[in-house]
């Protein structure tokens, strides 16, 4: 009786999910160097890994997976001209951890990783079966109600180096002929319904060469493209999404172009739970606007939670409000995801017992938040809380509650530490769930690197830098409706005392489960990492203006907050 029928259309025309698929030892992606990718290859050529991960996505209100390869052609088809750059078999590698490995993918693949005990074979399989393995894939995101998105990077050429004399060299004819061939021939094997690229890390050439580069991403993907679109009943529906410069030497190129563009900005850079409203992509809009770019010209936000995979996730009113102020006249939807992290199954646990499960399964508030709010903004809150009791059925409602509350407060720690302090701004400069930036980069983040910083988020607004506090004070102009360091390790610091305290209520209740037992050992780290932010920003700031002073008081404080944080960490 209470079952009433209703009719609707979504918010967000796509909602996606980022996967950064892993393939093969051979034709690597940005998070080769990691053993939760090499356990996974085999899940990325597994139909029951791929059956139950588009599932949840229909579930979830997800229409869009995006296969995001840095190049994929080597493992899924044979290029015309060029069949022995092709792969039989899929291999991982089983040697050592490294460090090494750059952030921009461009030595990820190596000599060594082949010599005999470095890798294993995981299946055999020849070209043709894996070819015929990705579109059974494809056809089965189709099932589900899914879109898909193939997306590449640039130039990257780790399986073909050497071949036919393919480099990766804009320069080279070859090359050019190879990529536009074989990105043809894919539109035209698999029943793709987007394709994606961009410039990329391996494209770094002096600025005043740009339209060169733009030169050569029209003479390869575009012309590949119009070629796989002719006579194809595809093209009134396909996408072509390629992040480009955007001015009107750029657009000069793709005058009269018959395929339907857009593009893929990042959404708040790399760190998706920084900020609930951005406000550094206007510029995005304006552009648009200021070229008078065809309608049919939107985006598809690329979001990225590079800032939080591991830690168990839930903010219900942060993600409402971030899929309200996703603009939407110029944009399509979005899809998000990380390219830092192989979201298959879990194998970082220490507890061998928690791995190999599903990480949509550990994360599926998350998902099912980001996805329900994007098909329907303006669904109460109070269905998340209905959503949350209803999965939990049977299991005491107070310990329920206190988990769930623990979440949602713990959330709001990479509010506050992100809009405080980023570092470069990319996913590899810059990780909050444990302090650190990629190896190859700064590794270990020092309190010197508070000291004069005056890196705050894009966009916010809100607060005083480190470096821009001191100044204040030096000057005697300090604004006192902005947060300080000082405050924000006030706000941190409450966050974590009131974790812990549903943490508390949670354990004196033991009447949980297994899943939430796990929720609450995240939100009580997440609770002692904001403890820990809180004594780092205070001693950052107290040592900056020991500096500024030399006024010995300041120095002992700051000493002691880098004790206190050495605690909290430990």
């Not at 305290?501 to 949980?512: H, Q, R, T």
Request: glycine residues 6%; charged residues 25%.
């Amino acid at each position: 009786a209470q079952v009433k029928s209703s009719e609707g259309k979504p918010y967000m025309e796509y909602r996606g999910q980022r996967c950064r698929v892993v393939l093969d030892l051979r034709t690597p992606s940005y998070i080769n160097n990691s053993d939760n990718t090499w356990a996974n290859i085999e899940n990325s050529w597994s139909k029951e890994y791929w059956q139950g991960y588009f599932s949840t996505l229909a579930r979830q209100r997800y229409n869009l997976v995006n296969f995001a390869t840095v190049n994929s052609l080597a493992s899924v088809i044979k290029v015309p001209g060029f069949e022995n750059c092709a792969l039989d078999n899929v291999l991982a590698y089983t040697g050592e951890y490294d460090d090494g490995y750059y952030g921009n993918c461009t030595n990820m693949y190596q000599d060594h990783h082949m010599k005999e005990g470095n890798y294993r074979v995981v299946n055999n399989m020849t070209i043709d079966e894996k070819t015929k393995f990705w579109k059974e894939i494809i056809d089965m995101a189709h099932e589900y109600g899914l879109y898909v998105q193939w997306s590449t990077m640039n130039i990257y050429t780790f399986a073909e180096n050497g071949k036919y004399g393919i480099t990766d060299r804009r320069d080279n004819e070859t090359t050019k002929e190879y990529f536009r061939k074989g990105y043809e021939t894919l539109i035209k094997t698999f029943d793709i319904d987007m394709f994606a690229t961009g410039a990329s890390e391996n494209m770094d050439y002096p600025a005043d060469t740009y339209l060169e580069t733009e030169q050569w991403i029209r003479d390869v993907y575009g012309v590949a493209i119009e070629n796989a679109m002719k006579d194809d009943p595809r093209q009134d529906r396909f996408i072509f999404n390629y992040q480009s410069t955007l001015d009107e030497a750029t657009e000069a190129l793709w005058k009269d172009y018959p395929v339907t563009r857009g593009a893929s900005p990042r959404y708040s850079d790399t760190h998706m739970y920084a900020l609930d409203k951005p406000i550094n992509n206007e510029a995005n809009f304006e552009k648009i606007e200021a070229l008078k770019m065809p309608e049919s010209y939107k985006y598809i936000f690329n979001t990225r939670n590079e800032d939080a995979y591991h830690f168990t996730y839930g903010n219900p009113s942060f993600c409402r409000e971030f899929m309200k102020n996703l603009k939407k006249e110029r944009s399509r939807g979005f899809f998000f995801g990380s390219d830092g992290y192989y979201m298959g199954k879990e194998y970082s646990f220490k507890d061998d017992s928690l791995n190999g499960q599903y990480y949509y399964a550990r994360h599926w508030i998350n998902y099912m938040m980001m996805g329900r709010f994007a098909y329907d903004p303006t669904l109460p809150l109070e269905k998340i809380d209905e959503l949350i009791y209803d999965h939990f059925e049977g299991v005491n409602k107070g310990s329920i509650t206190a988990a769930w509350n623990a979440m949602k407060k713990a959330s709001g720690m990479l509010i506050e530490v992100q809009k405080q302090f980023t570092l470069g701004g990319t996913d590899a400069a810059w990780y909050p769930g444990n302090w650190q930036s990629h190896p190859t980069m700064f590794g270990y983040i020092d309190v010197k690197r508070l000291v004069n910083s005056d890196n705050l988020f894009p966009g916010v607004t809100d607060k005083y830098s480190f470096a821009g506090y001191a100044k204040a004070l030096k000057a005697n102009t300090v604004d006192t409706k902005l947060d300080t360091p000082f405050d924000t390790a006030a706000k941190l610091r409450a966050i974590a005392n009131e974790t812990l305290s549903y943490v508390k209520e949670y354990k004196d209740a033991n009447k949980g489960n297994v899943e939430l037992d796990n929720i609450i050992f995240d939100q009580e780290t997440v609770a002692y990492l904001a403890d820990y932010y809180a004594s780092k920003f205070e001693g950052g700031m107290n040592l900056r203006l020991f500096n500024d002073s030399e006024d010995d008081s300041y120095k002992n404080l700051a000493v002691k907050n880098q004790e206190d944080a050495l605690e909290k960490w430990k």
